[in-house]
């Protein structure tokens, strides 16, 4: 049948991730610098990305689409690379999907794919990387800890950005921390390094849809107040990018620029 679902157009598209929030069903990632739909299974089509694409490079397009074929999917797939071969194929274990992933892997076999090659787990990143399940390992270059309670560096409350008042008195001259959901407990001395002497805001560009909120929130806070310093800190996952995208388009309709430190923590609790 007959159905709508996204296009994106390359060579508007600069990469920024911004989209990728907007596509919960994880049809969206971000390969080789360019916003790519790796599976046609997870688009439902209703556009929700569109509002977040800066550049206006995402589109609804009318096409066959229904009932699923993975052969139709995959002749998109391959002309977009190895890259996004190898993401398509992750996707679809992810979710369970062995029945289309099995048919997949004998239209690349057909096409003289080497499959041991797309198939290795360890090259086989998915866009939507923050849902993979893995086990860490516990720190062992790590010294002991003195004895005796370790005390809170928070200043504010609250610090969800859904929850917070732009016009709080705290915001003022306030040496301003943008934290990812996850970071805190990913980085075993966030309130030391990161935490102390600033006011912390945090939110999760993956999971919390009202982007255009978030971005509001942000620019009443650098309308409102004079901010010191800004700082983000955000993990390594590929969705985690679109906390810089959001500072960025606060500060342009508040007006201000800022020089912005950002930290990267992989999911290992280093700093990278």
Same mark, same amino acid.
């Given at each position: 049948m007959i159905r709508q679902i996204i296009k994106i157009d390359e060579e508007k598209c600069n990469g920024c991730g911004l989209c990728i929030p907007g596509c919960p069903e994880?049809?969206?990632?971000i390969i080789d610098g360019k916003a790519r739909l790796v599976s046609d299974l997870f688009c439902d089509g209703l556009g929700a990305c569109i509002g977040n694409c800066p550049e206006g490079a995402i589109l609804v397009e009318t096409r066959k689409a229904e009932p699923?074929?993975?052969?139709?999917?995959?002749?998109? #797939?391959?002309k977009a690379g190895v890259n996004t071969i190898k993401a398509h194929l992750k996707h679809l274990k992810d979710h369970g999907e062995m029945g289309y992933y099995a048919e997949a892997i004998e239209i690349l076999k057909a096409n003289g794919y080497d499959i041991d090659a797309l198939t290795q787990e360890e090259l086989m990143p998915c866009g939507c990387s923050g849902t993979h399940a893995k086990s860490i390992e516990p720190c062992q270059e790590a010294k002991p800890q003195a004895t005796g309670e370790?005390?809170?560096?928070?200043r504010q409350w609250p610090v969800q950005l859904m929850l917070i008042n732009p016009a709080a008195s705290y915001f003022d001259n306030a040496d301003l921390l943008l934290s990812a959901d996850c970071a805190p407990y990913a980085f075993?001395?966030?309130h030391r390094r990161f935490l102390k002497d600033k006011i912390v805001i945090t939110f999760c560009p993956?999971?919390?849809?009202? #982007?255009?909120?978030y971005i509001d929130k942000l620019s009443q806070i650098f309308?409102?107040?004079e901010i010191k310093s800004v700082t983000i800190l955000r993990m390594e996952v590929p969705c985690c990018g679109g906390m810089e995208v959001i500072l960025k388009r606060a500060l342009e309709r508040s007006?201000?620029?800022?020089?912005?430190?950002?930290?990267v923590i992989s999911v290992e609790g280093k700093i990278i």
């Open positions: 994880g049809a969206l990632q699923y074929n993975e052969a139709i999917v995959m002749q998109n #797939i391959m370790v005390h809170s560096e928070l075993g001395d966030f993956k999971l919390d849809p009202d #982007i255009e909120r309308i409102l107040h007006g201000k620029m800022h020089f912005v430190k950002v930290n």
